[in-house]
């Protein structure tokens, strides 16, 4: 099992925005010339330009020209236009060699959180409930395997890594990830499972995928997920759904709490149903 050490490290690795580079080559990734293959309306140069403001970020703030054509998976010379673009539209600037990310490109960000008006509804309702427990209160959606936080209200300091809007986290050992994976098909949760590395970040981590699979499922049943010290050592959470008023899951809240503190049965019998009461009045006042 990793040592403390070594799990801080996995969890800032995963809580970061950045992405591993891509291999460099002439064309974009293999999936956008995939898709550009298979779809003749499919804009290959607007996934080139997304694919190099997507690989920015915590642990690469800034890149120079070879490193963003070869973060992007491209040539040289699609890498300059690009940025050349980007410069000229405002989302990132340029400073010698060196380019960065500009304050524009955070309108992109909010722009879709505003169109989410579950979001606006949930931050009132979850900080009430931050207060009365005096524990976090979050939300969050999830994007392919790993949940995106969209609203946190902070109590105490429980994990290593700090957590803020626009932290990502593992959706197969978190609890508001488990509890909106419950809603996709098998087909799905299996593609989701067989596309990631499943790794032990404490001894309480589930790694048999069909143990997962399971937990998923059973936590979709049962409306409501927990996870225990599954990601951190002390971390306990408990999360509900968000539903939209044709049933479909548009998000997540939890409470998390430390072990020393909190038992599974209260998470149950105390946390749980606050919880409900806010996700169902949440999802009564969404569009």
């Known amino acids: 099992m990793p040592d403390a050490s070594t799990r801080r490290h ?3 690795h995963l809580t970061s925005d950045a992405r591993r580079p891509a291999r460099a080559g002439p064309t974009a990734s293999p999936d956008a010339a995939s898709a550009a293959a298979k779809d003749k309306e499919f ?26 054509a070869q973060a992007g998976g491209l040539s040289r010379a699609t890498a300059r236009r690009v940025l050349h673009t980007l410069v000229g539209l405002g989302y990132v600037e340029q400073n010698g060699r060196q380019f960065v990310l500009s304050p524009r490109i955070m309108r992109l960000g909010f722009a879709y959180i505003s169109s989410q008006s579950w979001i606006d509804r949930a931050v009132p309702l979850i900080k009430v409930l931050s207060e009365r427990f005096h524990e976090s209160c979050s939300a969050a959606i999830l994007e392919g395997t790993e949940i995106i936080y969209v609203a946190r ?37 299996w593609r989701r499972l067989k596309s990631v590395r499943i790794e032990p970040l404490t001894p309480a981590t589930i790694t048999d995928l069909q143990a997962l699979h399971e937990r998923i499922r059973d936590d979709r049943r049962q409306g409501f997920s927990i996870v225990d010290e599954e990601l951190e050592r002390g971390l306990r959470s408990i999360a509900v759904p968000i539903v939209d008023r044709e049933g479909q ?19 149950r019998e105390t946390f749980l149903p606050e919880l409900k009461s806010v996700a169902e009045q949440v999802s009564a006042l969404s569009v």
């Open 10 to 12: 996995q969890l800032r």
């Open 43 to 68: 804009m290959l140069t607007l996934a080139k330009g997304l694919a190099v403001l997507g690989s920015f970020g915590r642990h690469r703030p800034a890149m120079t020209l070879a490193q963003a």
């Open 153 to 189: 209200i902070p109590a105490r300091r429980i994990m290593s890594t700090a957590l803020a809007v626009g932290s990502r986290l593992p959706a197969f050992h978190s609890s508001m990830g488990r509890i909106q994976l419950g809603f996709l098909d098998d087909t799905e949760i």
């Open 249 to 267: 899951c548009v998000g997540a809240i939890n409470l998390s709490t430390h072990s020393t503190r909190t038992t599974r049965n209260a998470l």
